[in-house]
């Protein structure tokens, strides 16, 4: 992976922005990709070099016109420079251009920002990952996306899950290889048993918490965390219309019933549904944390001998200050002081963050379709086959083993080869924290509760607030580490794109 180095030191950006020819209008104006662009720059400390711009050009090569600012590019590209895309595929979606470009930066000196971080092309491993990228984007310049989203509805429509129908369920294949959910009859007798005590005994959450984690019976793994049921989880859990054989498709149930057994009857998730989105029942399972980042967020202090400080940030009211006029904002603080910031400001912050993250899982459930496990699992072995031999080439291109020609040549074999093991794996990657959670596309992050937004950043997110300079009076967001620990994506620190 494209590892989170973040680069210091004096450093030029040069903006590269062109019109995005996408059939579906998500792209954005090459205004707008400069200035964010420019903002990233800012955040990172790079200074301001030459802006270039293709104004209604697509990369493609489909389109096949020529792109003046690219060729400005070669002429204005010196060392200690960054060149800053809005993505790869505005860049170029040619595998050979890329890898052009790619040696050009190079020979330069010259590192590469792609809108979520920085490559060193004199790394060959970032190297590859940049040409996988720009492999992916060739294929998916030949599809529309229109496409995938007819399939999306087709698939919604005619009553098959999305993605994996998680706790309840099992898979199973039949003889003629075709895939389809039945019960997981342990765990789908839990949530019967589990429904029917809150509709007719009154049950709370917290007591049937501790009876799945009495029972012995699994939550669904995640990376980094505890098998234990939490509160939110199991409501969740519960709260699937899934469960009920209710297929939704953005936001809305389909006119198709899902063609999986259901587990309680529609009646019954309707009653829940009622029953545990009652705001005054919420407040009975106890205080609820109200603050986002309490007890989650930690001190990013280095302290002597290089280890991190890493303690939970606790909830200050700003001390009494001197003069009453002045404005008193609570604080999330080191319980050893070491740092502390205005609580609003990383609030919203994170919040940013959050919908970022949000968005960009969206996008890649939108192109899953999931596929059964061996195929998955056999995907990964090939894939790990291919890029095994494909770095192997590049060192022995480095080693000067092999010429260029004969590396370049090999790649572009491989390359369509690699693609489709990696689709077969996304594919199959739905987030279990896209189960547990209650944000389809109809809703936004301002809709969960506190309790839900809380979990969701336990899942997905570390956040660490760092030391400033002395007498810092402005809110700067790089103060605040965010890196993504969830099972989707690779430990990548983020940059807001907005
Ligand atoms: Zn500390």
Redo the contacts with the bound molecule.
Sequence with gaps: MVDTTVYAGHMRAVIYARVSQDRDGKGRSPDEQINALKRVADSEGWEHGPIIRDDGIGASRYSGKARPGYAQLTDTLRADDVLMVWEQSRLSRQVGEIADLLKLCRERGVKLYDGTSVIDPDNPEHEYQTTLSAAASALEAGRTSKRVIRNARARAESGKPHGDLGFGYRRVFDTDGSKRYALDEPQAALIRKAVSDILTAGKSITRIVKEWNNSGVARPTRKNHADEWQHIVVKQTLLRPALAGIRVYRGEPTDTPGDWPAIITHDEHLQLKAILTDPERYVAHGPAPTRLLTGIAT?G?VLEGGNV?G?SMRWANQGVTEKLTAPRHPQYR???N??SRRADKVDERTREIMRYLVDKWRARELLATPEPDETVALARIELDRLNTDLLQAAKEEGAGQRTRAEYLAFRDGIMPRIERQKTIIESSAVDPILYALPWDATTTIADADIDQQRAFIRAALRVEILPTGRGARVFDPRSIRYTDISTRGPATVLLLRN
């Design positions: 001190c202090k400080c303690r080191c319980p050893l070491h740092v």
